[in-house]
């Protein structure tokens, strides 16, 4: 009655009960993999540093997952970040993090491998590397610790991260973690010290090892040089990708969690990248070229997921849906194919055309959840600067449409903070979103049920993108911003506006854009009791800003300056296959308002075809 | 056509909350291709039920779910099917057809068997234990209050009633307890109540011992008004 395998089991049999949501720590789950000891000769946790249950929705993760899996002597296992009731008693009773799939110490494993989703997660990656019994800076840690390997969206500026890793996987992973498997395994073999196996990992293209690069800085704060300091590690490190979708790995088995997570559905990827070019988002540019997965392929994934998983709901992913180049028949045919298996199917932004008014009210459930229009800025010159290709015409005509058929709610979004945004930009918020209740007016007569749903987030200049160069808006300035609409909207009774807390978007900004010098303000923002930022209740600003203090770093440097094109940028080693000079073209042309067209019909030219096949 | 299936809940597997695991029986289901019922309404749930919950941390080998599939199926082959979609700690025991009429069985419940392990570093409070429950067995009635969740009001309640039988065993480095005490919708306790009041006649803490608790069977009583054990029920 009272045995467990291990003295670790036990403690943390012991623990569990004592804390919210049990199911979280476990592991157990259907489809998770676990292989007999003996046939397992190298193991990587695998870790996303937020809680489980956002954890456990992340593609990436079961994707790597699997792949890793595949191999047959290779054990991956998942590790997620404690809540801060579990981290309180795994501390007190010396339980160090673990892995779901064999309750061992992360410590344990060869490689800590950890996905950085976005940039609020960077404490609770710190917080995790010491939970697991570790030193966080990279030069710190013993011979016998693991590796450990960064990798995620988040990593296309990895500087801040520098200090902490060993190395970065930079883009795709699925064809690069077989390949540093293969690196492993020669390494243990050889006997040799970690330092090889590092060395070993800059002959695979995509691999970036921060310790062997030494950042020099001007006077002004600004880069001057960064040095090699292995002769053979890469100049550039070009991301990864997947070129062929059909032949890429995808988990037709996912591990079905037992609570609900927020994701807790079947879902494929349709496909990769995106062609609008839009200039404010990094996901269009970081992952260039756009690649289809065949509807026979994706058809094929959905069955043998529902089969495997059970699941009651399906979901198909992308950057912009519609985009799909046979995404009528894409969709009828999934619909069918939900249908014949009870499984309800929820579609994110199609474009509204005529087909999608009859798919989206095929489907159950729309009405309720509402249209959604992500119009980005209140006029079209605004439009313009960031190159977001939708017009009012449409949205109003869509809208009336929509009322026709009988809906009731909309959803717009939009951004403050834009490049060249002014306050009549922002005042056309509030227009558009009184000429759609007008329009809802003509076709019902009356505002009647009517809700309209304005959330308005805060502009973040990213990496790799063409408003890299950009200062950021203060968060006075947001605020203003947000009072300004605020005020314009609050005649309108159907209409309720949202929008992002700004000092958050701040410090996003503030660690997008950073470089290793800020690797010891995160130190000392974990010292100060920093973790879980992205949540709401965990935030502590002041703390932050007192760790930029006590690390005599500057965060406006990096989030309200005008960097200039002729500086080295901290991300400049990383490339996304996209010409820096593509960047500055389409910033420049943002300061004349001009468009871009989406390159799907035609080429302009951003060099990714240059590394990739397009 | 309407399924009993006795399943068993062991290992980890006690950490998984109700709800969950009628989510985790619902997907199994549909994995297995078995067509559920569904209710009719406005939101259709698949016809299916646990019997009983059972208290997050406790394991089990006698628990029970009910539910209705579309077609008719050999409950031996719905059985294996079951078993095999299943993780690690929850197995499915046995199947078997229920009458379509037949009230959920759940509603039916009236006694269970438990087994609750103590363990503790000082053998002295072995004895204790021992003496605590030999006293609680051979008082009339023993009450303890409890906070009524709507109310909040405190209402008394003799738990003595409720315990048919109490035996303890020694084991090797625990003590077992072996209860039958009423369970159901009419009258139940939940076996944590008990031995929090063995606790305190004993005079020792929570932190004194480490306590697993492990449901072994649940009874219902039959046409004929004996009690029978779930799996009888037709
Ligand atoms: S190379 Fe041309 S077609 Fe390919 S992503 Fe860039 S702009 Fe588009």
């Given at each position: 009655?009272?045995?467990?395998?291990?003295?670790?089991?036990?403690?943390?049999?012991?623990?569990?009960?004592?804390?919210?949501?049990?199911?979280?720590?476990?592991?157990?789950?259907?489809?998770?993999?676990?292989?007999?000891?003996?046939?397992?000769?190298?193991?990587?946790?695998?870790?996303?540093?937020?809680?489980?249950?956002?954890?456990?929705?992340?593609?990436?993760?079961?994707?790597?997952?699997?792949?890793?899996?595949?191999?047959?002597?290779?054990?991956?296992?998942?590790?997620?970040?404690?809540?801060?009731?579990?981290?309180?008693?795994?501390?007190?009773?010396?339980?160090?993090?673990?892995?779901?799939?064999?309750?061992?110490?992360?410590?344990?494993?060869?490689?800590?491998?950890?996905?950085?989703?976005?940039?609020?997660l960077v404490t609770n990656v710190l917080n995790m590397i010491d939970l697991a019994g570790m030193e966080v800076y990279a030069k710190d840690r013993k011979e016998t610790d693991p590796f450990i390997i960064m990798g995620g969206p988040c990593t296309y500026n990895p500087e801040p991260l520098a200090e902490f890793a060993d190395a970065f996987s930079i883009g795709e992973g699925e064809e690069v973690w077989?390949?540093?498997?293969?690196?492993?395994?020669?390494?243990?073999?050889?006997?040799?010290?970690?330092?090889?196996?590092?060395?070993?990992?800059?002959?695979?293209?995509?691999?970036?090892?921060?310790?062997?690069?030494?950042?020099?800085?001007?006077?002004?704060?600004?880069?001057?040089?960064?040095?090699?300091?292995?002769?053979?590690?890469?100049?550039?490190?070009?991301?990864?990708?997947?070129?062929?979708?059909?032949?890429?790995?995808?988990?037709?088995?996912?591990?079905?969690?037992?609570?609900?997570?927020?994701?807790?559905?079947?879902?494929?990827?349709?496909?990769?990248?995106?062609?609008?070019?839009?200039?404010?988002?990094?996901?269009?540019?970081?992952?260039?070229?756009?690649?289809?997965?065949?509807?026979?392929?994706?058809?094929?994934?959905?069955?043998?997921?529902?089969?495997?998983?059970?699941?009651?709901?399906?979901?198909?992913?992308?950057?912009?849906?519609?985009?799909?180049?046979?995404?009528?028949?894409?969709?009828?045919?999934?619909?069918?194919?939900?249908?014949?298996?009870?499984?309800?199917?929820?579609?994110?932004?199609?474009?509204?055309?005529?087909?999608?008014?009859?798919?989206?009210?095929?489907?159950?459930?729309?009405?309720?959840?509402?249209?959604?229009?992500?119009?980005?800025?209140?006029?079209?010159?605004?439009?313009?600067?960031?190159?977001?290709?939708?017009?009012?015409?449409?949205?109003?005509?869509?809208?009336?449409?929509?009322?026709?058929?009988?809906?009731?709610?909309?959803?717009?979004?939009?951004?403050?903070?834009?490049?060249?945004?002014?306050?009549?930009?922002?005042?056309?918020?509030?227009?558009?979103?009184?000429?759609?209740?007008?329009?809802?007016?003509?076709?019902?007569?009356?505002?009647?049920?009517?809700?309209?749903?304005?959330?308005?987030?805060?502009?973040?200049?990213?990496?790799?993108?063409?408003?890299?160069?950009?200062?950021?808006?203060t968060d006075e300035e947001f605020s203003r911003k947000h009072e300004l609409v605020k005020n314009l909207i609050k005649p309108m009774k159907c209409v309720r506006l949202s929008y992002h807390d700004s000092q958050t978007s701040y410090l996003e900004g503030v660690l997008a854009r950073g470089d290793r010098r800020m690797c010891k303000t995160l130190v000392e923002a974990v010292r100060l009791g920093c973790?879980?930022?992205?949540?709401?209740?965990?935030?502590?600003?002041?703390?932050?800003?007192?760790?930029?203090?006590?690390?005599?770093?500057?965060?406006?440097?990096?989030?309200?300056?005008?960097?200039?094109?002729?500086?080295?940028?901290?991300?400049?080693?990383?490339?996304?296959?996209?010409?820096?000079?593509?960047?500055?073209?389409?910033?420049?042309?943002?300061?004349?308002?001009?468009?871009?067209?989406?390159?799907?019909?035609?080429?302009?030219?951003c060099g990714v075809n240059t590394v990739f096949i397009c | 056509m309407k399924f009993l299936v006795k399943w068993t809940k062991e290992g980890d597997m006690r950490y998984i909350s109700h709800l969950d695991i009628m989510r985790l029986f619902q997907r199994a289901i549909k994995r297995k291709g078995i067509r559920m019922k569904y209710t009719e309404g406005y939101s259709p749930h698949p016809k299916m039920?646990?019997?009983?919950?059972?208290?997050?941390?406790?394991?089990?080998?006698?628990?029970?779910?009910?539910?209705?599939?579309?077609?008719?199926?050999?409950?031996?082959?719905?059985?294996?099917?079951?078993?095999?979609?299943?993780?690690?700690?929850?197995?499915?025991?046995?199947?078997?057809?229920?009458?379509?009429?037949?009230?959920?069985?759940?509603?039916?419940?009236?006694?269970?068997?438990?087994?609750?392990?103590?363990?503790?570093?000082?053998?002295?409070?072995?004895?204790?234990?021992?003496?605590?429950?030999?006293?609680?067995?051979?008082?009339?009635?023993?009450?303890?209050?409890?906070?009524?969740?709507?109310?909040?009001?405190?209402?008394?309640?003799?738990?003595?009633?409720?315990?048919?039988?109490?035996?303890?065993?020694?084991?090797?480095?625990?003590?077992?307890?072996?209860?039958?005490?009423?369970?159901?919708?009419?009258?139940?306790?939940?076996?944590?109540?008990?031995?929090?009041?063995?606790?305190?006649?004993?005079?020792?803490?929570?932190?004194?011992?480490?306590?697993?608790?492990?449901?072994?069977?649940?009874?219902?009583?039959?046409?004929?008004?004996?009690?029978?054990?779930?799996?009888?029920?037709?």
């Amino acid at each position: 009655m009272f045995e467990y395998k291990t003295e670790l089991e036990k403690k943390i049999a012991r623990s569990v009960m004592k804390v919210e949501k049990p199911a979280r720590y476990i592991g157990g789950e259907l489809n998770a993999i676990r292989k007999p000891d003996d046939e397992v000769s190298m193991r990587v946790a695998f870790a996303f540093p937020d809680m489980y249950e956002i954890g456990m929705s992340n593609l990436g993760i079961q994707i790597l997952y699997k792949v890793l899996n595949d191999i047959p002597d290779v054990q991956c296992e998942r590790v997620y970040a404690p809540d801060v009731d579990f981290e309180a008693i795994m501390r007190d009773d010396d339980i160090p993090l673990y892995t779901l799939e064999t309750k061992r110490a992360v410590q344990e494993s060869d490689i800590f491998a950890i996905s950085v989703g976005y940039e609020m997660l960077v404490t609770n990656v710190l917080n995790m590397i010491d939970l697991a019994g570790m030193e966080v800076y990279a030069k710190d840690r013993k011979e016998t610790d693991p590796f450990i390997i960064m990798g995620g969206p988040c990593t296309y500026n990895p500087e801040p991260l520098a200090e902490f890793a060993d190395a970065f996987s930079i883009g795709e992973g699925e064809e690069v973690w077989p390949e540093i498997m293969e690196k492993l395994r020669e390494w243990k073999a050889s006997g040799a010290p970690k330092i090889e196996f590092l060395k070993s990992l800059c002959e695979i293209e995509g691999m970036y090892v921060p310790g062997f690069y030494e950042f020099e800085y001007n006077e002004d704060g600004t880069i001057r040089e960064i040095r090699k300091l292995y002769d053979k590690a890469p100049d550039h490190i070009e991301k990864r990708i997947i070129q062929d979708m059909d032949s890429a790995p995808f988990p037709t088995e996912p591990v079905v969690p037992f609570m609900s997570t927020v994701h807790d559905r079947a879902v494929v990827e349709i496909f990769r990248g995106c062609t609008r070019g839009c200039r404010f988002c990094q996901a269009g540019m970081i992952y260039r070229p756009v690649r289809e997965r065949s509807m026979e392929k994706i058809r094929e994934i959905v069955e043998e997921q529902l089969k495997a998983t059970g699941y009651e709901e399906l979901s198909i992913l992308s950057l912009s849906t519609g985009d799909y180049s046979r995404v009528e028949d894409l969709v009828t045919d999934l619909m069918q194919l939900c249908r014949d298996n009870d499984v309800s199917m929820s579609l994110p932004s199609l474009r509204l055309d005529s087909f999608s008014f009859k798919v989206m009210d095929e489907i159950q459930g729309y009405k309720k959840s509402g249209l959604t229009f992500a119009v980005e800025a209140g006029s079209q010159r605004l439009r313009n600067v960031i190159n977001k290709d939708i017009t009012e015409e449409h949205i109003y005509s869509a809208s009336r449409q929509a009322f026709e058929l009988g809906w009731h709610s909309i959803k717009l979004y939009f951004m403050a903070g834009l490049p060249g945004e002014t306050d009549e930009d922002l005042a056309g918020i509030a227009d558009i979103a009184r000429n759609i209740m007008n329009i809802y007016k003509e076709v019902n007569g009356k505002i009647g049920r009517l809700s309209i749903h304005v959330s308005v987030s805060n502009f973040v200049p990213k990496p790799h993108t063409p408003f890299q160069w950009f200062p950021q808006d203060t968060d006075e300035e947001f605020s203003r911003k947000h009072e300004l609409v605020k005020n314009l909207i609050k005649p309108m009774k159907c209409v309720r506006l949202s929008y992002h807390d700004s000092q958050t978007s701040y410090l996003e900004g503030v660690l997008a854009r950073g470089d290793r010098r800020m690797c010891k303000t995160l130190v000392e923002a974990v010292r100060l009791g920093c973790k879980f930022d992205g949540w709401r209740e965990h935030f502590d600003y002041d703390k932050w800003m007192q760790a930029f203090e006590n690390t005599r770093v500057d965060p406006d440097f990096y989030a309200r300056r005008a960097w200039g094109y002729d500086e080295i940028l901290p991300w400049d080693l990383i490339g996304t296959g996209v010409d820096k000079e593509f960047y500055l073209r389409e910033n420049e042309k943002a300061h004349r308002g001009e468009i871009t067209k989406d390159c799907r019909e035609g080429c302009q030219m951003c060099g990714v075809n240059t590394v990739f096949i397009c | 056509m309407k399924f009993l299936v006795k399943w068993t809940k062991e290992g980890d597997m006690r950490y998984i909350s109700h709800l969950d695991i009628m989510r985790l029986f619902q997907r199994a289901i549909k994995r297995k291709g078995i067509r559920m019922k569904y209710t009719e309404g406005y939101s259709p749930h698949p016809k299916m039920s646990i019997a009983q919950p059972l208290s997050l941390g406790y394991t089990s080998v006698g628990e029970y779910f009910e539910f209705e599939s579309l077609e008719d199926m050999d409950p031996e082959l719905v059985r294996e099917l079951l078993d095999s979609a299943m993780p690690e700690g929850i197995r499915m025991d046995s199947c078997s057809v229920l009458r379509e009429t037949k009230k959920a069985v759940g509603a039916l419940i009236t006694a269970g068997d438990y087994h609750v392990g103590i363990r503790m570093e000082d053998p002295e409070g072995y004895r204790k234990i021992r003496e605590a429950a030999r006293w609680f067995m051979e008082q009339p009635s023993v009450t303890v209050q409890k906070v009524q969740k709507k109310s909040g009001k405190i209402k008394e309640i003799d738990i003595r009633q409720k315990v048919r039988e109490l035996e303890i065993q020694q084991q090797e480095g625990y003590l077992l307890l072996s209860l039958k005490v009423d369970t159901g919708s009419q009258s139940n306790l939940n076996p944590e109540v008990l031995l929090e009041k063995l606790r305190e006649r004993a005079e020792l803490s929570g932190g004194d011992m480490e306590t697993m608790i492990e449901r072994v069977e649940m009874y219902a009583e039959s046409a004929e008004g004996t009690e029978i054990p779930l799996y009888f029920l037709k």
